[in-house]
């Protein structure tokens, strides 16, 4: 059975980078503090409650997404400590040199937040790739270079992530595979990890939600960085309160493509 190799916070960008190349993914622990974590959640609590299992706001609720699953978004204007999510030093090293490294693109921005709450008895998601979100995209580029990537994904756990209740299921090297090649199951392995720890990952690795057979929930923070010419899936203004996006530091609003006098010159 594959496994993921693990770093500390501490290690340098070039061996997380090397691992990222090689396997497609790897997990770098202390990212974020235990009291972090649980502040965090202690923001996003009251909006998780009101919340039902399965609700479908964006219209596309099907058995990708879960019926035992909440995915909450807006998350700048939910918790005040998601912009240090965003700027964080590893995470934004990792994606700027992923994503800038032969100037296939001149900045990176975040594309998506997402808040991904996995219930009891919510089954294992199908298999798939982020960067599969722009598939013209992800098919040139890895035309012109199998390691050429257009995204670079962090699933953070704000809970342990666990075999049993729904630790994600990574397919390493996949990200290097065939289009059309599935995955064996002694080709899969789990991204057991604990609170603060994050899955970093290629875009175009193939992994999947696992499956939470416990009584208890399992909470990851999603973040997607892209490079700066490709279209971001969520628009921040719209799912959060715009004065809350403009109030953000310039580093967090430049990583929204939120540019001062509204548009760019170069993409």
């Not at 190799?5 to 997380?16: G, K, L, P, W, Y």
């Not at 939600?209 to 700066?228: H, P, Q």
Request: aromatic share 8%; net charge negative.
């Amino acid at each position: 059975m594959p496994e993921l190799e693990i770093f500390m916070q501490s290690a340098s960008t070039s061996d997380v980078l090397a691992a990222i190349a090689r396997d497609g993914a790897c997990i770098v622990y202390d990212l974020l503090s235990d009291d972090f974590c649980n502040e965090i959640k202690a923001d996003f609590g009251s909006y998780l409650q009101s919340m039902p299992w399965g609700d479908d706001k964006l219209g596309y609720r099907d058995a990708f997404y879960g019926q035992q699953t909440k995915r909450l978004h807006g998350l700048f204007s939910k918790s005040p400590k998601m912009v240090d999510v965003l700027t964080n030093p590893v995470l934004v090293q990792v994606a700027r040199d992923m994503l800038l490294c032969d100037d296939r693109a001149r900045d990176i921005r975040l594309s998506n937040t997402e808040l991904m709450v996995l219930g009891q008895d919510q089954p294992v998601q199908e298999f798939h790739t982020d960067s599969g979100s722009w598939p013209r995209a992800q098919r040139q580029e890895r035309l012109l270079d199998p390691l050429n990537e257009i995204l670079v994904s962090a699933n953070i756990a704000l809970t342990p992530f666990t075999s049993t209740n729904g630790a994600t299921r990574v397919v390493p090297g996949s990200h290097l595979w065939a289009p059309d090649r599935k995955p064996q199951a002694n080709e899969v392995c789990q991204a057991i990890m604990p609170q603060g720890a994050a899955l970093l990952y290629s875009g175009n690795v193939i992994h999947s939600g696992g499956a939470n057979e416990t009584d208890t929930t399992r909470i990851g923070l999603y973040l997607g960085y892209v490079v700066s010419w490709l279209r971001p899936l969520e628009n921040y203004l719209v799912t959060n309160k715009p004065e809350d996006v403009f109030a953000l530091a310039e580093e967090a609003q430049q990583l929204l493509d939120i540019a001062p006098g509204g548009f760019t010159v170069f993409a």
